[in-house]
């Protein structure tokens, strides 16, 4: 039967720290990453695929993580795959099958939509296209993505237009307590959430940049700029 792709969703990695060094640090070599996924088979057992070679199998079709070895955290990507497999094939290397180049991914930028925001403002999102310099000279995102596309997203009670708010809530249209992200805003605004993904990125390691414009054209002085992300 082969490696089956479809019903598994939510790949995703994380580094692990190899050590900790004398000063402190952590050591991340030899690379290692934790893989987890999500899936809708339950009789299956699972592959996973490190740049079109076999990393490890699961032995309980339960499980929905492994740890693996990558060439490198910092300066390498690696394409990570998840297969589900029939018992019977679980440690069969289906690798010769796999697409041994580079594939595109996806990156999603998420930020707290605070009141400090401006507006009519908009956020622009910048990426350095693994140069390792941003250029802020051309946007990535191919439309404005508008801070506050309406009046009562973000004025309070009394403070919008009379009737355009949502009758009862002070936050006036915002995502209601319990809805947002917990912590990450102004209590009662419960965090809501700007969320943009980028259109498909070759893999490799990239650095991307928000910039906030108000509607006069006026630009923060210094963008907020990403960790090192390495797409897969």
């Not at 990393?55 to 693996?68: C, L, Q, W």
């Not at 060439?71 to 010769?96: C, H, N, T």
């Not at 594939?103 to 707290?112: G, K, P, T, W």
Request: one cysteine or more; hydrophobic letters at 40%; charged letters at 25%.
């Amino acid at each position: 039967m082969g490696l089956i792709s479809s019903g598994i969703n939510r790949v995703r990695a994380h580094g692990l720290a190899a050590g900790v060094g004398s000063d402190g640090r952590t050591v991340n070599e030899p690379a290692r990453v934790l893989v987890k996924w999500n899936s809708e088979h339950e009789d299956k057992l699972y592959q996973v695929y490190v740049d079109g070679e076999f990393a490890g199998v699961t032995t309980d079709h339960m499980a929905r993580s492994m740890v693996v070895s990558v060439k490198s955290m910092k300066s390498v990507s690696s394409r990570i795959e998840v297969f589900a497999a029939e018992p019977a094939e679980s440690l069969v290397d289906f690798g010769d099958s796999l697409e041994k180049s580079g594939v595109s991914s996806r990156v999603r930028v998420r930020f707290s939509r605070s009141i400090s925001l401006p507006f009519y403002g908009r956020a622009d999102v910048f990426s350095d296209n693994m140069t390792g310099q941003i250029d802020y000279q051309t946007a990535i995102n191919s439309e404005p993505i508008f801070l506050w596309p309406t009046w009562q997203d973000k004025c309070g009670f009394g403070l919008s237009g009379f009737g355009r708010s949502d009758f009862g809530f002070d936050g006036s249209g915002a995502v209601g307590f319990g809805r947002g992200s917990l912590g990450y805003g102004e209590f009662g605004f419960d965090a809501d959430e700007i969320v943009w993904e980028s259109p498909e990125l070759q893999s490799g390691v990239y650095k991307f940049a928000v910039k906030i414009t108000d509607t006069f054209g006026n630009s923060d002085e210094g963008a907020v700029e990403s960790e090192t992300v390495v797409l897969v």
